[in-house]
């Protein structure tokens, strides 16, 4: 599997990943020569499975490779996490639990970060620094610092090397993903490619400290007009691609139950709060949080506040994805299954035959399963899981960004039943898919759409003339050309080249036995041998010809079935 070539300066950490796997009992992915490479280069750090190891579930085992193997294959464990649609719910579960907890670096390298960033020392930006971080994860810890005027900020630095690293791992993956697709034609089918290159570009995103600033300004503008929701400060005098300053922001986790009863918080109401401000996120400003895991949320006891940190994984809806996210909970709310197929016939990307009959009916099962219980008892989130899954098994590719999506809201349903486990998902989600329609109807946006129509009509009424006066001249003149965008036109001319090729050959063999039977039989004597001879070779080549082009075609055949089995 792992048979690949690769460039030097990565070959030491494509040894390390295949150890690292072979340590969790996968050795059967590799061959025999290729294990004796691994145990040669490896020495005395190369060892097998361990009989305590190979008693835990390969899920399991497969989310120890992930974390020990660091922060690229950690990320994509997370990515992965999000597509119930694609794997089965014990992974899904497993990656879900993936801690990007690591040892810290040394305070020195701190000190060298921050000079190489700033051109100045840490005592000369900062009142105080502490030097032992509160948290460190595999891309870069959290030190607690003050400014000169006293104010408590956190300081996120990035590890040394780490983009170096990240780049190569990447590079080895995205040769393994090549591999696998080439190698496996139904696995081409899960967009595997597109799903890496994805991810890829949210992690480099991640290594440059200044976007998560930006994301965490832009989320607390657009959590400004929620109560009790907060997304701590940037300073970004101190912020560059590897330092991060951000206000610092104490509460309790919101998991922390004992401690939230303690400080008197209300959870009922918390989980409202939680809930609606995740929702409005995603349906209605289109820009959220997606990792909105225990971590990553704190509750200020004082005034009952929700506070976002950690904005370094955040997902973007455009204006039409978020408008059928709304539709179909809209639509899944009034048991409208037609309505839910028909959005997402018009999102997917069919990668097979769509049966759309049996799509509509296997939507319409889901949805009358889950609500025929109250609101109360829905899992809403697993409600959508399940349709996501649906829509794949009939053939159907929704965007990446739908299943970042509910997995956020996944997240934040389990977080939320927590608190309530009365709470009704389903509810908010409907009372702010209202909220969006009134919104929509409102007479400043209403205006604003009506602004935008006149606008394009203007915009046309200048362009029809001349558009339609250069048609008139080109048709005119015969030099009117038309482009047709025709899905597989060069597999299916080539197609016809190949068809139209066997007959022409088959018509040239038949002419040739005809040829070599009338050569064999019309003339005689002595120059009548001549010609019998002549005629039975010409009878054997077309024979052959004949049998070539006959073994061509079941090989075709063949081939065809096999490709077919192979996308199945």
């Given at each position: ?48 499975a361990e ?45 879900s639990?993936?801690q990007?907890q ?18 100045k ?202 408008q ?108 702010v ?23 394009e ?86 024979f052959?010809?004949?049998?070539t082009?006959?073994?061509s ?16």
């Amino acid at each position: 599997m792992f048979n690949i070539r690769y460039p030097t300066r990565n070959i030491r950490r494509l040894v390390e990943v295949q150890a690292t796997f072979v340590r969790y009992g996968f050795d059967f992915l590799f061959e025999t020569t290729e294990l004796r490479r691994i145990r040669s280069l490896m020495g005395k750090r190369f060892r097998k499975a361990e009989a305590e190891t190979l008693q835990l579930g390969i899920p399991e085992r497969l989310r120890l490779i992930i974390q020990e193997l660091g922060p690229t294959y950690i990320k994509l464990g997370q990515i992965l996490s999000s597509r119930s649609d694609l794997l089965p719910g014990e992974f899904i579960r497993e990656l879900s639990r993936l801690q990007d907890q690591v040892p810290p670096f040394s305070f020195d390298q701190v000190e060298k970060v921050i000079r190489h960033e700033f051109k100045k020392s840490i005592p000369e930006i900062f009142l105080d620094f502490e030097p032992q971080p509160f948290a460190a994860a595999s891309i870069g810890q959290v030190h607690y610092a003050r400014l000169f005027d006293a104010t408590p900020v956190v300081v996120k630095v990035q590890r040394p090397e780490i983009r170096t690293q990240v780049e190569s791992d990447i590079e080895i993956i995205r040769s393994l993903v090549r591999l696998i697709e080439s190698t496996n034609g139904w696995i081409r089918r899960y967009g595997l490619s597109e799903i890496f290159d994805e991810f890829a570009r949210t992690l480099d995103r991640e290594l440059d400290y200044r976007n998560e600033a930006s994301n965490a300004d832009h989320l607390r503008r657009l959590m400004m007009p929620q109560h009790h929701v907060r997304v701590p400060v940037v300073y970004w005098e101190l912020t560059s691609e590897r330092v991060l300053t951000m206000e610092r922001c104490d509460g309790i986790k919101i998991n922390d139950l004992k401690a939230l009863d303690a400080a008197h918080v209300d959870r009922v109401e918390l989980a409202r709060v939680f809930i609606n401000s995740l929702l409005t996120q995603l349906l209605l400003e289109g820009f959220y949080h997606a990792d909105p895991h225990p971590g990553n949320l704190l509750v200020d006891p004082d005034d009952e506040t929700l506070i976002y940190i950690d904005l370094g994984m955040t997902g973007r809806l455009l204006a039409d994805q978020r408008q059928a996210l709304e539709d179909i909970i809209l639509s899944i709310m009034r048991r409208d299954s037609a309505d839910v197929t028909r959005i997402i016939m018009s999102i997917g990307t069919p990668f097979q035959k769509v049966n759309e009959r049996s799509l509509l009916y296997s939507i319409d099962y889901i949805i009358n399963r889950y609500l025929e219980v109250s609101l109360e008892q829905i899992q809403f989130a697993t409600l959508l899981k399940e349709i996501l899954g649906t829509i794949f098994r009939h053939n159907i590719r929704l965007p990446s960004e739908y299943s970042l999506a509910v997995k956020a809201i996944m997240q934040g349903e389990e977080i939320a039943r927590q608190l309530d486990p009365k709470i009704s998902i389903a509810e908010i989600a409907e009372s702010v898919s209202r909220r969006i329609i009134l919104q929509r109807l409102a007479p400043e946006n209403m205006l604003d759409a009506l602004r935008d129509t006149t606008r394009e009509f203007y915009r046309l009424r200048s362009v029809m003339p001349r558009a339609m006066e250069s048609i008139i001249r080109q048709l005119a003149e015969g030099k009117l050309v038309i482009g047709l965008d025709i899905p597989m036109f060069k597999w299916i001319i080539n197609s016809i080249l190949v068809i139209a090729n066997r007959l022409v050959a088959g018509l040239i063999i038949t002419g040739m036995l005809i040829a070599a039977a009338i050569l064999m039989n019309i003339f005689s004597g002595r120059l009548g041998t001549f010609f019998q001879v002549l005629g039975a070779i010409g009878f054997i080549i077309a024979f052959l010809l004949g049998g070539t082009m006959v073994w061509s075609v079941i090989t075709e055949i063949r081939r065809q079935e096999r490709s077919k089995k192979e996308e199945l």
